[in-house]
């Protein structure tokens, strides 16, 4: 069955450490996106990318960085810069990068957690 | 720019009861709208969306949902709510008009159904 792969399901950062998240797709979807959620605010946008070696900065990207080297992957850093990291972490993707009528497809998520 | 408002962040309703769930939105342009599911630590699941055409749009799982223009609303509902629908609703928006796939969400609706 085609779909989004988020690993590992739950982490946890040590002060001063970066972490990475993980997010596969075999849906051979164009647009990705990282979506960070924490408690009564909705989801909000990190980073997304609508192909390769592209991507670009959502509404909170601070103490965050990506990478888009394939089309399947996009991997998430969350760096020391960030200093409340503590969220669930989403993966989406998307068929059309020019499209807003495509629904998104979601992960099952990564929660973030401080040590 | 879009925005998204849902109205209730809490909605608690008995079992075999009808539910809505209100959400409003603001744009200028066209829009492309939507409902996502939650269910506890998992991703989004897609329940509906409107793109054109018919004002009442019927999604999985028995609920539908109707698009005003004039209003700018796009509530949900069912005629009759089991247990199992309990989780949280998200409606989004689609970004800049549909020209990519960038969704704006609403901060979500927590339903509860009680026995």
């Known amino acids: 069955d085609g779909g989004i792969t988020q690993s590992p399901k739950y982490l946890f950062r040590k002060e001063g450490q970066n972490v990475t998240l993980s997010c596969e797709q075999n849906?051979?979807?164009?647009?990705m996106y990282w979506y960070r959620q924490d408690p009564g605010q909705g989801l909000r946008l990190i980073y997304y990318?609508?192909?390769?070696?592209?991507?670009q900065k959502g509404d909170i990207a601070e103490g965050y960085s990506v990478s888009r080297e394939k089309k399947e992957s996009f991997p998430l850093t969350v760096t020391s810069a960030q200093k409340n990291p503590t969220a669930f972490y989403l993966c989406?993707?998307?068929?059309?990068?020019?499209?807003?009528?495509?629904?998104?497809?979601f992960g099952d998520g990564t929660r973030l957690s401080i040590l | 720019a879009q925005s998204v408002t849902q109205l209730d962040s809490q909605v608690p309703v008995f079992e075999e009861a009808p539910v809505e769930l209100r959400c409003n939105y603001s744009?200028?342009?066209?829009?492309?709208l939507f409902w996502y599911v939650q269910y506890p630590n998992q991703g989004l699941q897609l329940l509906l969306k409107?793109?054109?055409?018919?004002?009442l749009v019927k999604g999985i799982n028995g609920f539908e949902a109707e698009f005003n223009k004039s209003q700018t609303s796009f509530h949900l509902r069912k005629p009759s709510v089991h247990i199992s629908d309990t989780a949280e609703y998200f409606c989004a928006v689609s970004d800049n008009g549909g020209s990519q796939g960038n969704l704006i969400f609403g901060k979500g609706t927590k339903l509860s159904v009680k026995p």
């Open positions: 849906l051979n979807h164009d647009a």
């Open positions: 409107y793109l054109s055409g018919s004002t």
């Open positions: 744009s200028s342009v066209s829009v492309y």
């Open positions: 989406a993707s998307s068929g059309d990068r020019f499209g807003g009528d495509q629904p998104q497809h």
């Open positions: 990318s609508q192909i390769v070696n592209d991507f």
